[in-house]
Nanobody, 121 residues
Framework: QVQLVESGGGLVQAGGSLRLSCAAS????????MGWYRQAPGKQRELVAS???????NYAGSVKGRFTVSRDNANLTVYLQMNSLKPEDTAVYYC???????????????WGQGTQVTVSS
């Protein structure tokens, strides 16, 4: 069993900041990448940012320069520091991890339950 537990969402005014955290737990052999996706009402889920085990990061164009993804490999935790938030950042944010549960397993995606981020204008 693998669990991804998110925290840190909430309501913030435009221009403000929030920090999301996501901790992975359970039977985990290795983690390839961890990251964050978001889904706004009526829209498809989209990648926000991801980080690989070696530290390589990937950002959506709309958040570059405002959001920073980081990772604590020892504690299997990924963070998303969100600055200069805009109303269009309002969405449910989902933690994602591409990982192998055991040596014998192929890697696959796991998801958190989602945390709401609301940015008021």
């Amino acid at each position: 069993q693998v669990q991804l537990v998110e925290s840190g969402g909430g309501l913030v005014q435009a221009g403000g900041s929030l920090r999301l955290s996501c901790a992975a737990s359970g039977t985990i052999f290795s983690v390839n990448s961890m990251g964050w996706y978001r889904q706004a009402p009526g829209k498809q889920r989209e990648l926000v940012a991801s980080i690989y085990s070696g530290g390589t990061t990937n950002y959506a164009g709309s958040v570059k320069g405002r959001f920073t993804v980081s990772r604590d490999n020892a504690n299997l935790t990924v963070y998303l520091q969100m600055n200069s938030l805009k109303p269009e950042d309002t969405a449910v944010y989902y933690c994602n991890a591409d990982l192998r549960r055991t040596y014998y397993d192929l890697s696959r995606d796991y998801w958190g339950q989602g945390t709401q981020v609301t940015v008021s204008s």
